[in-house]
């Protein structure tokens, strides 16, 4: 009886901590039986879920971020201080491409949970790593040897030897990369590299949130054609001048400058010129 019951107690102890969300103490059963097996499947089973649970909390992290109109920085932080709660590994980075230079970007670096730093060396690709990255078809293709690629120097220097790459694809642009680096050999299930591609997937809605919030302010705040600031930003300006002015009781000036006449080259020449 003893041999049931203290294994079944055990497991029943392992559910309630499960149902509390406590997915770190494992189930020790030491006997050589079916309660062994079982016991072995119910921690298995406790550490995917521990997994799934740390990616629905970055993903839940992310959704508050656009809807915050976060800077996209932050986006990337939260994933780093996170990801290797979902996909264990030694480090991680991000590196996001600048939007004119597809071939540049910045690394933001972890090797650490609670540690992160960002590289600001300059990282470059070729058309080729691009053309990949943009396209990829399996698993296998995700996966490079640290010494092949200059992008993942960063991780190299971390000590990884071998990195498991996940592109973050926009409108079939290439504005970021996740790397999961391993000092030894890759250990991602599938299931871990579901939970990651989700990630990767959700950091690309963020950024499209975070470039249609450019794009609205660009286009509320700016003139068009000249990309000076418009009336609308220019009243903005001018309160925050005149309060900042009576704050440190100071004068100011406004400077108007207009072009007599200027209608004439419109109505004579046509709009394009005048543009011009």
């Not at 020790?28 to 921690?43: G, H, I, R």
């Not at 691009?130 to 993942?152: C, E, G, R, V, W």
């Not at 680096?181 to 959700?202: C, H, M, P």
């Not at 249609?212 to 068009?224: E, G, P, T």
């Amino acid at each position: 009886i003893q041999r049931i019951l203290v294994p079944l107690k055990k497991l029943i102890s392992g559910t309630r901590r499960i149902a509390n969300r406590n997915f770190n103490e494992k189930v020790e059963v030491k006997s050589d039986d079916e309660f062994f097996d079982l016991a072995q499947s119910f921690n298995a089973m406790s550490e995917r879920l521990k997994r799934q649970f740390a990616a629905l909390t970055i993903l839940s992290d992310i959704d508050k971020l656009i809807l915050s109109n976060t800077d996209s920085e932050n986006i990337y932080y939260t994933v780093l201080k996170h990801i290797q709660s979902v996909a264990p590994c030694d480090v991680t980075s991000i590196t996001v491409l600048e939007h004119d230079a597809p071939n540049i970007g910045k690394t933001y670096l972890s090797n650490h949970a609670s540690i992160i730093q960002s590289d600001t060396r300059r990282i470059e690709l070729n058309d080729n790593d691009i053309k990949k990255l943009q396209s990829p078809t399996n698993y296998n293709d995700m996966l490079h040897q640290a010494t092949d690629k200059h992008f993942l120097a960063p991780v190299k220097q971390c000590g990884a030897t071998n990195v498991c790459v996940f592109p973050v694809i926009v409108d079939e642009h290439l504005p970021a990369i996740i790397s999961l680096g391993f000092i030894s050999e890759i250990s991602l299930n599938k299931e871990d590299i579901k939970q990651v591609r989700n990630i990767a997937d959700r950091i690309a809605v963020a950024l499209s949130a975070v470039e249609r919030d450019k794009k609205l302010y660009q286009q509320s705040h700016y003139d068009n054609l000249t990309n000076l600031p418009n009336r609308q930003l220019i009243g903005i300006r001018l309160e925050q001048e005149i309060k900042h002015c009576q704050r440190e009781d100071n004068s100011m000036a406004i400077l108007f400058l207009d072009l007599d006449h200027f209608k004439r080259v419109n109505d004579t020449l046509g709009h394009s010129i005048g543009d011009t």
